[in-house]
């Protein structure tokens, strides 16, 4: 079977580890427990008939304090890059840690969720910059960990990006 | 080569020993499985198989091996089950070894910090998302009651053209008085709470982007003489002041603007016909002070503790609630300035702010 290495990306409190829940284990809870270091698990996905299981990489936030550590995606083939729909400073953290991805591993393949679709009314990223990340090529999923809605979908397609590459 | 003696290395191992509970994995160049010991099961890997590939039997291994640089630390990785552990990778001669030491202590201290500090952090973002709503509420509701009150003053203002009894004059008067009031009011209520939201808005320190607090002086004058000619206050600007002098100051031009104007609206109010208000500017140095001179009839000693304070009100209660002299103290303070009043010798008082000159940045090569 092909095993894939794959990374979650994005500032502190988006719901990485909740996207991770819902993905491997069909769970959600709204208690924030933060992340340190990095939490691995595994799933295994079908893209076009191949079984690939994939090693998910749940990396703690980014914020003030603390840098996102690029070495726990040595070895990895993409990444879920991550933002909270109802706080716009958490798009541009996920900008500065695709730059930062570039610059130590080139253009891995990713997909870019906005989490908390279910809170749409909250949301701050509107749809103007949803499209300028389009404009740029990102592949773009509204989510929501608590509902399901978008979670399957987006590691589907990165596993997609990653086995056609 | 370290230069501990052998007793001190042997204490250091048998402490990563007893504390760190390690684990190792050695596999070959091409990342297949050749030994491992240590305590293996607490890190959630078991059933392990020499010969086969290290990323399929130990999976938070995959893709770190064969190692392509000299080595990798990875603090703190957890699976659910395994204990958090520091995972480093190093090159042996005889492959590339995969290390894990125990780090659940630290794990855990680190958690507790993080939560509370990541917890405190979106209690902020909450809080002041909560006053902007206010704010926009506040706004709202503002300009609800600004509106209709715009209505009424033009009808009042047109019904001041008709034939009307001399009785019924002077209840328009009062009419368009009271309109008057309710108007300044709302525009202060309006400044006042937006500057407690924005007072984390930046501000222009630079020298080329600082506004000039003679030319903001003098242009909220021009805009305020016709208001003055109707009360018959005389304003002018100290006709000694040297225009083509440098006065920036630390600030942002239309919240300067609101302050100066602010302040010469207040002399305004207690001036009486046919005395005049003067406006200067003085150079102290690395500071400008503004002062705005009125011939009133002076601030009680009784008010002048609380003048600058929200909702401070003068004896008279002359119609403002006192929102216009917070909104400047808020603003001046947060420039890095002071403000403040002190009677005049010759009668009438004098209302001062003073805010820094703009220091240009050294550029470092």
Not at chain 1, 21 to 39: A, C, E, N, W
Request: aromatic share 8%.
């Amino acid at each position: 079977m092909i095993q894939k290495k794959i990374c979650l990306l994005g500032a502190f409190a988006v719901g990485k580890t909740s996207l991770v829940s819902r993905f491997v284990k069909s769970l959600y809870s709204d208690q924030y427990i933060t992340t340190v270091g990095v939490k691995v698990d595994k799933k295994t996905v079908n893209v076009n008939g191949q079984e690939i299981n994939l090693i998910v990489w749940d990396l703690a936030g980014e914020d003030e304090f603390q840098k996102a550590r690029m070495s726990y995606l040595s070895g990895a083939s993409g990444y879920l890059l991550v933002a909270d729909g109802t706080r716009i400073d958490t798009i541009e953290t996920a900008r500065m840690l695709r730059q930062r991805v570039n610059e130590n591993f080139g253009a891995l393949p990713f997909i870019f969720i906005i989490n908390k679709a279910d809170l749409a009314s909250e949301w701050e990223i509107d749809d103007q910059a949803v499209a300028e990340c389009e404009g740029q090529g990102w592949t773009v999923i509204k989510a929501s960990a608590k509902t399901g809605e978008g979670v399957e979908e987006a590691f589907a397609k990165l596993a997609e990006k990653i086995y056609r590459k | 080569m370290s230069n501990l003696p052998a007793a001190v290395l042997e204490y250091l191992n048998h402490l990563a020993s007893e504390q760190r509970s390690p684990a190792y994995f050695l596999s070959d160049r091409e990342g297949i499985l050749v030994e491992w010991g240590g305590a293996i099961e607490l890190y959630g890997v078991s059933n392990l198989q020499a010969g086969s590939p290290i990323g399929d039997q130990i999976f938070f291994l995959e893709g770190l091996l064969p190692l392509e640089d000299e080595g990798l630390t990875l603090p703190c990785l957890q699976t659910d089950s395994g204990r958090p552990a520091d995972l480093r990778l190093f090159k042996t001669s005889e492959g590339d070894c995969a290390l894990l030491l125990d780090a659940s202590e630290q794990e855990l201290q680190q958690r507790l910090m993080q939560q509370k500090g990541n917890e405190l952090n979106l209690s902020y973002q909450r809080l002041v998302k909560e006053i902007q709503k206010k704010e926009i509420l506040l706004h709202c509701i503002v300009h609800d009651l600004a509106g209709p009150l715009m209505g009424i003053r033009g009808g009042f203002e047109l019904l001041a053209g008709e034939n009307i009894s001399d009785k019924g004059r002077k209840f328009l008067e009062i009419g368009l008085r009271q309109t008057a009031k309710q108007d300044a009011l709302i525009r202060e209520i309006l400044q006042a709470f937006s500057a407690e939201v924005e007072s984390l808005e930046s501000f222009n320190a630079d020298p080329d982007k600082a506004p000039d607090a003679a030319r903001s002086a003098s242009e909220v004058i021009e805009a305020l003489s016709p208001a003055f000619a109707l009360n018959q206050v005389n304003l002018r600007f100290d006709p000694n002041l040297d225009p083509t002098k440098d006065w920036k100051v630390v600030g942002e031009k239309s919240r300067l603007d609101r302050v100066i104007s602010n302040l010469i609206e207040n002399a305004m109010r207690h001036s009486p016909a046919n005395s005049t208000v003067t406006v200067s500017c003085y150079d102290e140095g690395e500071k400008v002070l503004v002062a705005i001179d009125d011939e009133g009839p002076g601030i009680p000693p009784e008010v002048a503790p609380t003048l600058f304070q929200k909702l401070a009100q003068g004896k008279k209660g002359r119609g403002k609630v006192g929102l216009g002299l917070y909104f400047c103290r808020i603003t001046v303070e947060h420039w890095g300035g002071e403000i403040g009043q002190a009677p005049r010798e010759q009668g009438g008082t004098r209302f001062w702010f003073r805010l820094p000159r703009p220091q240009k940045q050294d550029v470092r090569s």
